[in-house]
């Protein structure tokens, strides 16, 4: 295990700042993932952490000694790529084996360093085959058998799962994260899968444009992101403009356009303030008639997606607004395209934030 630590780490490429004064603290045995959109600076950290890149401001630190001039060899580190890199002309077993033998370790110590690794990964009975003769499964389990048969205590995943079909990479995600707590490795990896991220890690980093926005375990991020931009991105949100009409022991009143109203807990926000009320598509109650209650919003269903378990509803509110519901299959079905409804926003789901400078159309933007 070992801790890794970055301090106002800064990395440019000309004009571009693909990392921004970047602070990480990453603990022993932590199954940690740097999250965010495509050009957020994501692999860039991971570069400059395995030493592939040196930052042009600020300071890497594994287990509190300095590595910013240690070069990538002399690091101790276990590289999972995104193309998993196998040597083509090695069989499994000389794949994972190559690490302990360029070490100069015994061949005794090779051979059960060899066959541990490869029991963990379930493919011990295929240590003479070749890659071209694996699954991208398969292969993605050596890739992973030979980082950790090099005995390293950091292993850096690269999108190690997104050359993968869908159904694959669901099942191998809880296989990885099992091997690697297995091992007591620390593991940082990089992804722009959100799923991903929340079955796999620890605690997640979100970067957006090369800069960390929120640091936090994936239920703190799920259930209480710190800012428009990392609700759209972590959750399939709603997001609403409004102004504060009320504000008491009790939380606030939240005036829509078209002169609706929502109640929210919210007493951070004073009254008259500009505000966006973001509500999760899972966390919006709809019926389909119309209900008369003081906070009732009314609409018609504009469309419906069967997602499988899940059934989509898009409909077009009375105020010109559109909302998302997500609805177990068991219950959308009850709805048609056309229907009246009635939508409610639980106060307890809501969460409030200020109106961004920029606007929300910007914060909505995923680069």
């Given at each position: 295990?070992?801790?890794?630590?970055?301090?106002?780490?800064?990395?440019?490429?000309?004009?571009?700042?693909?990392?921004?004064?970047?602070?990480?603290?990453?603990?022993?045995?932590?199954?940690?993932?740097?999250?965010?959109?495509?050009?957020?600076?994501?692999?860039?950290?991971?570069?400059l952490i395995a030493g592939l890149l040196k930052p042009d401001e600020?300071?890497?630190?594994?287990?509190?000694?300095?590595?910013?001039?240690v070069p990538p060899e002399e690091r101790d580190i276990g590289f999972?790529?995104?193309?998993?890199?196998?040597?083509?002309?090695?069989?499994?077993?000389?794949?994972?084996?190559?690490?302990?033998?360029?070490?100069?370790?015994?061949?005794?110590?090779?051979?059960?360093?060899?066959?541990?690794?490869?029991?963990?990964?379930?493919?011990?009975?295929?240590?003479?085959?070749?890659?071209?003769?694996?699954?991208?499964?398969?292969?993605?389990?050596?890739?992973?058998?030979?980082?950790?048969?090099?005995?390293?205590?950091?292993?850096?995943?690269?999108?190690?799962?997104?050359?993968?079909?869908?159904?694959?990479?669901?099942?191998?995600?809880?296989?990885?994260?099992?091997?690697?707590?297995?091992?007591?490795?620390?593991?940082?990896?990089?992804?722009?899968?959100k799923y991903e991220a929340l079955q796999l890690s620890d605690r997640?980093?979100?970067?957006?444009?090369?800069?960390?926005?929120?640091?936090?375990?994936?239920?703190?991020?799920?259930?209480?992101?710190?800012?428009?931009?990392?609700?759209?991105?972590?959750?399939?949100?709603?997001?609403?403009?409004?102004?504060?009409?009320?504000?008491?022991?009790?939380?606030?009143?939240?005036?829509?356009?078209?002169?609706?109203?929502?109640?929210?807990?919210?007493?951070?926000?004073?009254?008259?303030?500009?505000?966006?009320?973001?509500?999760?598509?899972?966390?919006?109650?709809?019926?389909?008639?119309?209900?008369?209650?003081?906070?009732?919003?009314?609409?018609?269903?504009?469309?419906?997606?069967?997602?499988?378990?899940?059934?989509?509803?898009?409909?077009?509110?009375?105020?010109?607004?559109?909302?998302?519901?997500?609805?177990?299959?068991?219950?959308?079905?009850?709805?048609?395209?056309?229907?009246?409804?009635?939508?409610?926003?639980?106060?307890?789901?809501?969460?409030?934030?200020?109106?961004?400078?920029?606007?929300?159309?910007?914060?909505?933007?995923?680069?």
């Open positions: 295990m070992i801790n890794i630590k970055l301090i106002g780490v800064t990395k440019r490429f000309g004009t571009i700042t693909a990392v921004d004064n970047i602070d990480l603290n990453v603990e022993r045995g932590e199954f940690f993932t740097i999250l965010g959109p495509t050009g957020a600076g994501k692999t860039t950290t991971l570069k600020g300071e890497i630190y594994f287990d509190g000694q300095l590595v910013n001039d999972v790529f995104q193309g998993y890199a196998l040597f083509p002309h090695m069989t499994v077993w000389e794949n994972v084996t190559y690490g302990p033998l360029v070490r100069g370790m015994d061949p005794e110590k090779v051979e059960r360093i060899g066959r541990e690794i490869l029991s963990k990964v379930h493919l011990l009975e295929r240590a003479d085959s070749y890659p071209h003769e694996l699954s991208g499964g398969m292969q993605q389990r050596v890739a992973l058998a030979r980082a950790l048969a090099s005995g390293s205590k950091l292993l850096l995943l690269d999108e190690p799962l997104s050359a993968l079909d869908a159904r694959l990479r669901e099942e191998l995600r809880f296989e990885l994260r099992n091997i690697v707590k297995e091992t007591g490795a620390t593991a940082i990896q990089v992804t722009h899968d997640i980093a979100i970067l957006r444009k090369g800069k960390v926005v929120q640091v936090d375990t994936p239920v703190n991020l799920f259930t209480k992101p710190n800012s428009i931009f990392v609700a759209n991105f972590i959750c399939d949100m709603n997001f609403f403009e409004g102004i504060v009409k009320k504000v008491d022991e009790e939380g606030s009143i939240i005036q829509l356009r078209g002169g609706l109203l929502v109640k929210t807990l919210d007493r951070t926000h004073k009254f008259g303030e500009r505000v966006v009320v973001a509500i999760r598509f899972e966390d919006v109650e709809i019926k389909p008639e119309e209900v008369e209650h003081p906070y009732s919003i009314y609409g018609k269903v504009e469309r419906i997606s069967f997602l499988g378990p899940f059934i989509r509803i898009e409909a077009l509110l009375d105020n010109g607004e559109e909302v998302s519901v997500k609805l177990p299959a068991t219950i959308g079905y009850r709805f048609e395209l056309g229907d009246r409804i009635t939508v409610n926003f639980e106060p307890t789901k809501i969460i409030v934030y200020s109106y961004p400078r920029a606007g929300l159309a910007e914060e909505l933007i995923v680069e």
